[in-house]
């Protein structure tokens, strides 16, 4: 501004400079545009120092947000973990409460009568060793469905079919097994298998005592939406063996309606089938 005024001063001849300085308003040396660089130049400099704030700024809202981020990140890892960690302890709760369920509704209730018989000298020495071997038949039942590493159903079938080979070879009877289920078939439940596996054990329970078949066979296959299991005797039909149906069937029934399956048990003069059929997942064509 000044420098405009300098120059207006000396373009119309104003005798103020003349009287102020007459040798430099006699060159007519004009200001203007060398101060219009000095306010380039000027502004360049503010204009750079507020650039070089900005960006300093901007590199701290960048290592803030990082930390904040980094913070977030531990923060979100911790919550997983956590999770993970409630998660193990609802099932390891749930597989302990299933196990005690299990030991109270079926090994211990067996003990538990067994016991009041002995008590009342209902039960002699024979008696006693057979509810024995129930009770650790039934042991190792829920042990092969409920261990923690029993993810795959065929591997506690196999170690139940192992343990009955023998048992029902010991009463003469031939046994074959039929076992058709692929490696990518849907899993069982470990709860699911135990029940499954109950329901099996109590038929081939009855073969042994009450059928005097020759001959036992076992399918296990795989279809499209369910796992079938069927177990065929020849010996005597259910309705040929002299006695009612006893608890063990309605305990069969009561099972394969908590698997939401569906047991079909026939008999007649050529022996006895008993079907089950456990929905499964669709397996994708």
Same mark, same amino acid.
């Given at each position: 501004?000044?420098?405009?005024?300098?120059?207006?001063?000396?373009?119309?001849?104003?005798?103020?400079?003349?009287?102020?300085?007459?040798?430099?308003? %006699?060159?007519?040396?004009?200001?203007?545009?060398?101060?219009?660089?000095? !306010?380039?130049?000027? #502004?360049?400099?503010?204009?750079?120092?507020?650039?070089?704030? +900005?960006?300093?700024?901007?590199?701290?809202?960048?290592?803030?947000?990082?930390?904040?981020?980094?913070?977030? *990140?531990?923060?979100?890892?911790?919550?997983?973990?956590?999770?993970?960690?409630?998660?193990?302890?609802?099932?390891? +709760?749930?597989?302990? /409460?299933?196990? #005690?369920?299990?030991?109270?509704?079926?090994?211990?209730?067996?003990?538990?009568?067994?016991?009041?018989?002995?008590?009342?000298?209902?039960?002699?020495?024979?008696?006693?060793? *057979?509810?024995?071997?129930?009770?650790?038949?039934? #042991?190792? !039942?829920?042990?092969?469905?409920?261990?923690?590493?029993?993810?795959?159903?065929?591997?506690?079938?196999?170690?139940?079919?192992?343990?009955?080979?023998?048992?029902?070879?010991?009463?003469?009877? /031939?046994?074959?097994?039929?076992?058709?289920?692929?490696?990518?078939?849907?899993?069982?439940?470990? /709860?699911?298998?135990?029940?499954?596996?109950?329901?099996?054990?109590?038929?081939?329970?009855?073969?042994?005592?009450?059928?005097?078949?020759?001959?036992?066979?076992?399918?296990?296959?795989?279809?499209?939406?369910?796992? *079938?299991?069927?177990?065929?005797?020849? %010996?005597?039909?259910?309705? *040929?063996?002299?006695?009612?149906?006893?608890?063990?069937?309605?305990? #069969?029934?009561?099972?394969?309606?908590?698997?939401?399956?569906?047991?079909?048990?026939? %008999? %007649?003069?050529?022996?006895?089938?008993?079907?089950?059929?456990? =929905?499964? =997942?669709?397996? =994708?064509?």
């Amino acid at each position: 501004m000044a420098a405009g005024i300098h120059d207006y001063m000396v373009s119309w001849d104003v005798g103020l400079l003349k009287r102020l300085a007459p040798d430099w308003a %006699g060159q007519r040396i004009f200001l203007l545009h060398h101060g219009a660089n000095l !306010l380039l130049a000027c #502004m360049g400099g503010l204009l750079a120092a507020r650039f070089i704030r +900005t960006v300093d700024s901007l590199e701290n809202i960048n290592l803030t947000l990082e930390s904040r981020m980094a913070d977030r *990140e531990r923060q979100l890892a911790a919550n997983f973990e956590r999770m993970a960690e409630l998660q193990r302890q609802h099932a390891a +709760t749930q597989e302990r /409460q299933l196990i #005690m369920r299990e030991i109270h509704d079926g090994l211990g209730s067996r003990l538990f009568t067994s016991l009041s018989r002995v008590e009342r000298g209902d039960m002699d020495t024979l008696q006693i060793a *057979e509810v024995l071997r129930q009770c650790i038949a039934d #042991m190792r !039942l829920a042990l092969d469905a409920l261990a923690p590493d029993a993810q795959d159903f065929r591997a506690a079938l196999g170690n139940f079919l192992f343990r009955w080979q023998r048992q029902l070879g010991e009463a003469g009877m /031939q046994v074959s097994w039929t076992i058709d289920v692929p490696d990518d078939a849907p899993t069982l439940t470990p /709860q699911s298998s135990l029940q499954l596996l109950r329901i099996a054990q109590e038929a081939l329970t009855n073969v042994l005592k009450h059928s005097g078949a020759a001959r036992v066979q076992v399918h296990l296959r795989q279809a499209r939406d369910a796992l *079938e299991l069927e177990i065929v005797d020849d %010996g005597r039909g259910m309705h *040929e063996r002299g006695r009612p149906p006893g608890r063990g069937i309605d305990n #069969m029934r009561a099972r394969a309606r908590q698997l939401g399956a569906h047991l079909a048990l026939h %008999g %007649g003069p050529g022996g006895t089938r008993v079907a089950l059929r456990v =929905p499964t =997942p669709v397996r =994708p064509a």
